[in-house]
C-alpha cells in the first residue's frame, strides 16, 4: 500500500477503494524520511496530535518495509527537539511513540531550519531527503520552503469549526502537495 498517494488522492473526502494506491516492491535505498511532529498545545486539545501519531507510526512503517531512513523532529512549547536521529527504519511500535507529549507554542520556523540542516548534512550520496510536516499549522509564521528537501508534503491536522487555512497556505506558497487528515 502506498498511504501517502492513497491520501493525497482522497483529498477531502473519506476514504474509498478507489482512493487506495500500491507501490512498486521495488527498493529505493536512498531515501531520508524527515518527520515534522507538531506537539503545540492546539494539536493536543483537538485530538490532532493523536492521530499524527498514528499517521507518524505508518509512515516509519512504509520506511521499514523499504528499507528506507526515517527522522523525527517534534516541535512545540518545550522547543524543537531531534526525537529520533536518522537511522535505518526499524520495526515501530505504539509504545515508543506514546510517551511524546505537547503543550505550548508552535516554533515552526525553527523546526524546518532545523530539519532543512538535517536534510543537508544527510544529502550526499546520492540521498533524497524527504520533508513530512504533521502539523494543524496553527502560527504566524509563514517560513520559506526548506531548500535541501527533494519533496516535501504537508499533512494538515486543523480541526474545528474555524479553521485557519494555514497549512495550505504554507502548502502553496512551497508549491508542495496539502493533504487534509482532519475530521
Known sequence: MDWP???V??????????????????????RLH??????SSSMVTTGALARAKGVLLDLFREAYLRREHVALICFGGEGVQLRLAPCKAGAWSDDWIAPIGGGGGTPLAEALGRADDLLAAHGGGGTQGWLWLLSDARTRELPRRPVHADAIRVLDFESGRVRLKRARMLAEA???????CND
Not at 473526502?13 to 494506491?21: M, P, S, T
Not at 524527515?34 to 506537539?39: F, I, K, M, N, R
Not at 512551497?174 to 487534509?180: A, R
Open 5 to 7: 498517494r492513497t491520501l
Open 174 to 180: 512551497w508549491d508542495v502537495p496539502c493533504i487534509p
Open 34 to 39: 524527515c518527520v515534522l511532529l507538531d506537539c
Open 9 to 30: 488522492a482522497r483529498g477531502a473526502e473519506k476514504l474509498a477503494l478507489g482512493h487506495l494506491r500500491f507501490r512498486d516492491m521495488e527498493r529505493v535505498s536512498a
